[in-house]
T-cell receptor, first 113, second 116 residues
Framework: NAGVTQTPKFQVLKTGQSMTLQCAQDMNHEYMSWYRQDPGMGLRLIHYSVGAGITDQGEVPNGYNVSRSTTEDFPLRLLSAAPSQTSVYFC????????????FGPGTRLLVL | GDSVTQMEGPVTLSEEAFLTINCTYTATGYPSLFWYVQYPGEGLQLLLKATKADDKGSNKGFEATYRKETTSFHLEKGSVQVSDSAVYFCALSDHRNKAAGNKLTFGGGTRVLVKP
């Protein structure tokens, strides 16, 4: 099992550019989510999905878009990158039960100039 | 809304010292509580968890007890090693509904550095 994989590992964007952060899991998990990690702020939830075709907003959704067409994949789209989106992005998945353990990917470090 | 507060770091210790990282929370009802650890250059991984009051989670010599009366979930280890150097995150998920049960609210993280 590869677990949760994310690509790319590192990306530099210019303000206004768009890009997609990829996330995939091979554990047949129902639940997937995206977090951003900023210094001193822990991780904050951007968007999440409780199954294929179902997504919802988290704490900081503005400027990001998601879709879930398959159980395995949950891409995160930045529509028009801004310097405030410079961060480390983590994808996570879980089987979906109460108090379930979240499995995290290795992260994507994004720098927006 | 839900929130988690944990002590700010960095915490610098010598090998074999005792480690405590305080964590308190605010939540509706009775959440599940977690400690996640992030080693340098890696993603987060679960260290331990507790899903109801008075439960004790333990793993790799670390322990934390779910204290409802003080809304706390302090992390402890009796004798740390250099390999325990990492950032530790306290987190909760509430039980309002199934989706909420999988959404984590994190504290700010505590960096721990263990020196030989």
């Amino acid at each position: 099992n590869a677990g949760v994989t994310q690509t790319p590992k590192f990306q530099v964007l210019k303000t206004g550019q768009s890009m997609t952060l990829q996330c995939a899991q091979d554990m047949n998990h129902e639940y997937m989510s995206w977090y951003r990690q900023d210094p001193g702020m822990g991780l904050r939830l951007i968007h999440y999905s409780v199954g294929a075709g179902i997504t919802d907003q988290g704490e900081v959704p503005n400027g990001y878009n998601v879709s879930r067409s398959t159980t395995e994949d949950f891409p995160l789209r930045l529509l028009s990158a801004a310097p405030s989106q410079t961060s480390v992005y983590f994808c996570a998945s879980s089987y979906g039960g109460w108090g379930a353990t979240q499995y995290f990917g290795p992260g994507t470090r994004l720098l927006v100039l | 809304g839900d929130s988690v507060t944990q002590m700010e770091g960095p915490v610098t210790l010598s090998e074999e010292a005792f480690l405590t990282i305080n964590c308190t929370y605010t939540a509706t009802g009775y959440p599940s509580l977690f400690w996640y650890v992030q080693y340098p250059g890696e993603g987060l991984q679960l260290l331990l968890k507790a899903t109801k009051a008075d439960d004790k989670g333990s793993n790799k010599g670390f322990e934390a007890t779910y204290r409802k009366e003080t809304t706390s979930f302090h992390l402890e280890k009796g004798s740390v090693q250099v390999s325990d150097s990492a950032v530790y995150f306290c987190a909760l998920s509430d039980h309002r509904n199934k989706a909420a049960g999988n959404k984590l609210t994190f504290g700010g993280g505590t960096r721990v550095l263990v020196k030989p």
